[in-house]
């Protein structure tokens, strides 16, 4: 029981942090956004040209340097990998293609939700069905596999990479770009990000704070634990609105949405359903990549070439709804989870080991 | 005893495991090793609703688990 309280005040205080930040200049209703702030990552590397996605996100710094050390204190990190970790890398691409079409990971449709944004209502009808679908998988015997533990350095490349990050964010090098219009340009001062992440990074990595994980337990198991925690943000973010009149009830001029409710619904399933799949959401990733699961840190890759992807060929959507290309995207994701879900099921038989004009090996 | 290795898998895989065997015996014991805290605790709250019995030996980086219902 002491559990479940403590991560419904972790819900509570992300919440009251993520109003915060967007009181402080963040965009609206995005607070938080795991899939967002990659996104943003993204563009401020340059790999992606959309000069108003453009910033090295604090918040994402914070968060994995925050469950880096708490891991360490607790002594819960370990390095780990060897679990199928390229096919990790291509759910997670086509996990942020999707959560890109509705604009939005869980934790910004809860946000959104809380904000009065109804198109998020659809999505998380959406993610629920996205990650039915994966349980019915891991019910079958879907499994990616034994990860071993690997030598201890190896797990902290991905904070140190981030530790770069933090640098490139302070010295801004010509390289690096930084939006002057746009949701790039809207961002909490630095120090501020900056220690509302590392707080985050702090909570998810003691609660294992993951809605996709929430919803799925509730189904595998009646378990309730991680789904406490995203109740209080969703009722703390909502009263929070009501309270600072930034409460905005409706489908249409919903801040950085678009009310297409077909490809909201599509975009979270597939992305629920991928999320399932490599074991949480994008928020997951980054806070098991900085415990030192090398297998996380390349799902995050991922989630980053997603991004990238998802700008450089028009699959994301806009404000104004999703383009031909990206439903095209959404779709071929589907397909190729389903192909990596029906090939990885123990319980559906796959004639393993085929080999090609009858040569072994390469 | 039968011991099941969740070693090196992510959730909820480790509790699926658990749940498996506590649905096919019915009663009886047998034991899980895992190697994380998350997979340790998941499959303490299953046996505890599921009211089993649960010991947790730790060694090293791992958790020896052993479930029993009479």
């Given at each position: 029981?002491k559990?479940?309280?403590f991560?419904a005040v972790a819900?509570?205080?992300?919440?009251v942090?993520?109003?915060?930040?967007?009181?402080?200049?963040?965009p609206?209703?995005?607070?938080?956004?795991?899939?967002c702030f990659?996104?943003?990552?993204t563009g401020?590397?340059?790999l992606?040209?959309?000069n108003?996605?453009q910033?090295i996100?604090p918040?994402?710094?914070?968060?994995v340097?925050g469950?880096?050390?708490?891991?360490?204190?607790?002594?819960?990190y370990?390095s780990?990998?060897?679990?199928n970790?390229f096919?990790?890398f291509?759910l997670a691409f086509?996990?942020?293609?999707?959560?890109?079409?509705f604009?939005g990971c869980p934790?910004?449709m809860?946000?959104?939700?809380?904000?009065g944004?109804?198109?998020?209502?659809?999505?998380?009808?959406?993610l629920v069905a996205g990650?039915l679908?994966g349980?019915a998988?891991?019910?079958?015997?879907?499994?990616?596999?034994?990860?071993?533990?690997?030598?201890?350095?190896?797990?902290y490349?991905?904070?140190l990479?981030f530790?770069a990050m933090?640098?490139?964010?302070?010295?801004?090098?010509?390289?690096?770009f930084?939006?002057e219009?746009?949701p790039?340009?809207?961002?909490?001062?630095?120090?501020?990000?900056?220690?509302?992440?590392?707080i985050?990074g702090?909570?998810?990595?003691?609660?294992r704070?993951?809605?996709v994980?929430?919803i799925?337990?509730?189904?595998l198991?009646g378990?309730?634990?991680?789904l406490?925690g995203?109740?209080?943000l969703?009722?703390?973010?909502l009263?929070?609105?009501?309270?600072l009149?930034?409460?905005?009830?409706?489908f249409v001029?919903q801040p950085?949405a678009?009310n297409?409710g077909v490809w909201?619904?599509?975009?979270?399933?597939?992305g629920?359903?991928?999320?399932?799949?490599?074991?949480?959401c994008?928020?997951?990733?980054?806070?098991?990549?900085?415990?030192g699961?090398?297998?996380?840190?390349l799902?995050?890759?991922?989630?980053?070439?997603g991004?990238?992807?998802?700008h450089n060929?028009?699959?994301?959507?806009?404000?104004?709804g999703v383009a031909v290309?990206?439903q095209i995207a959404?779709i071929i994701?589907?397909a190729i989870?389903?192909?990596?879900?029906?090939l990885?099921?123990k319980?559906i038989?796959v004639?393993?080991g085929v080999?090609?004009?009858g040569?072994?090996?390469c | 005893m039968e011991?099941?290795?969740a070693r090196?898998?992510l959730c909820p895989?480790?509790?699926?495991?658990?749940k498996?065997?506590i649905e096919?015996?019915g009663?009886?014991a047998f034991?899980?090793?895992?190697?994380?805290?998350?997979?340790?605790?998941?499959?303490?709250?299953?046996a505890?609703?599921k009211k089993?019995?649960?010991?947790?030996?730790?060694s090293?980086d791992?958790?020896l688990?052993?479930l029993?219902k009479?």
């Amino acid at each position: 029981m002491k559990k479940n309280v403590f991560i419904a005040v972790a819900g509570a205080v992300i919440a009251v942090m993520a109003l915060a930040l967007v009181k402080l200049g963040n965009p609206p209703n995005m607070g938080f956004c795991i899939a967002c702030f990659l996104r943003d990552i993204t563009g401020g590397l340059g790999l992606h040209r959309v000069n108003t996605l453009q910033y090295i996100r604090p918040e994402i710094i914070g968060l994995v340097l925050g469950a880096f050390a708490t891991s360490l204190f607790t002594r819960e990190y370990r390095s780990l990998g060897g679990s199928n970790s390229f096919t990790r890398f291509i759910l997670a691409f086509f996990v942020m293609i999707g959560m890109m079409v509705f604009l939005g990971c869980p934790l910004r449709m809860v946000l959104r939700i809380a904000g009065g944004d109804l198109n998020a209502i659809v999505a998380l009808v959406g993610l629920v069905a996205g990650v039915l679908l994966g349980v019915a998988f891991l019910r079958k015997g879907f499994s990616l596999g034994r990860a071993i533990p690997q030598n201890r350095t190896n797990g902290y490349i991905f904070p140190l990479l981030f530790v770069a990050m933090l640098v490139l964010l302070l010295a801004r090098p010509a390289y690096i770009f930084f939006s002057e219009q746009g949701p790039g340009s809207m961002h909490a001062p630095i120090i501020a990000a900056l220690v509302a992440g590392l707080i985050m990074g702090i909570l998810a990595q003691r609660t294992r704070f993951c809605f996709v994980g929430g919803i799925r337990d509730s189904i595998l198991f009646g378990e309730f634990y991680l789904l406490y925690g995203f109740l209080t943000l969703l009722v703390v973010a909502l009263i929070g609105n009501l309270v600072l009149g930034s409460f905005n009830l409706g489908f249409v001029n919903q801040p950085i949405a678009h009310n297409d409710g077909v490809w909201n619904f599509l975009g979270m399933a597939l992305g629920g359903f991928g999320s399932v799949l490599l074991g949480g959401c994008p928020l997951r990733q980054l806070v098991s990549a900085s415990e030192g699961n090398t297998d996380s840190a390349l799902t995050v890759l991922g989630l980053i070439a997603g991004a990238a992807f998802a700008h450089n060929f028009g699959l994301a959507a806009s404000t104004k709804g999703v383009a031909v290309n990206g439903q095209i995207a959404v779709i071929i994701g589907f397909a190729i989870i389903l192909l990596i879900a029906f090939l990885n099921t123990k319980g559906i038989p796959v004639r393993q080991g085929v080999s090609a004009g009858g040569s072994k090996g390469c | 005893m039968e011991v099941r290795d969740a070693r090196g898998l992510l959730c909820p895989e480790p509790v699926l495991i658990a749940k498996r065997e506590i649905e096919q015996l019915g009663r009886g014991a047998f034991q899980v090793i895992v190697d994380t805290v998350a997979a340790r605790d998941n499959i303490t709250r299953l046996a505890k609703s599921k009211k089993w019995e649960i010991t947790v030996e730790p060694s090293g980086d791992e958790f020896l688990l052993t479930l029993k219902k009479a």
